[in-house]
């Protein structure tokens, strides 16, 4: 399995942003689409972005359309979470997960059994 190291999480008021970033060592970065997932306190775990192997094609959960963007960089082997317009309902640990499916598995859902490879999550906190 490949290690996953989430970064970028806090405390934050309504409205504000965070950038979220993900990255690993050791392996082919751009073989694998990555996907972020949240669990809020006493919900469970559920999709919120992914992005193919390429950075061609992104999904998002329809709570965070509009105000968060996934992106890219495949030279530095991160992938980042770009949270605007945040929200309390936002809350929670975010997690990036990695795979090496296609775009059409991406296209079908953000399906949490997709993805072998976790990272240990960071906190995000909206909160006034």
């Known amino acids: 399995q490949l290690q996953l190291v989430e970064s970028g999480g806090g405390l934050v008021q309504p409205g504000g942003s965070l950038r979220l970033s993900c990255t690993a060592t050791?392996?082919?970065?751009?073989?694998?689409?990555i996907a972020w997932f949240r669990q809020a306190p006493g919900k469970e775990r559920e999709g919120v972005s992914g992005?193919?192997?390429?950075?061609?094609?992104?999904v998002y959960a329809d709570s965070v359309k509009g105000r968060f963007t996934i992106s890219r960089d495949n030279a530095k082997n991160t992938v980042y979470l770009q949270m605007n317009s945040l929200k309390l309902e936002d809350t929670g640990i975010y997690y990036c997960?990695?795979?090496?499916?296609?775009?059409?598995?991406?296209?079908?859902?953000?399906?949490?059994?997709?993805?072998?490879?976790w990272g240990q999550g960071t906190q995000v906190t909206v909160s006034s």
């Open positions: 992005i193919t192997k390429t950075g061609t094609a992104t």
């Open positions: 997960a990695a795979d090496p499916i296609d775009e059409w598995q991406l296209r079908v859902g953000l399906n949490e059994d997709d993805f072998h490879s």
């Open positions: 050791g392996f082919a970065w751009n073989t694998y689409a």
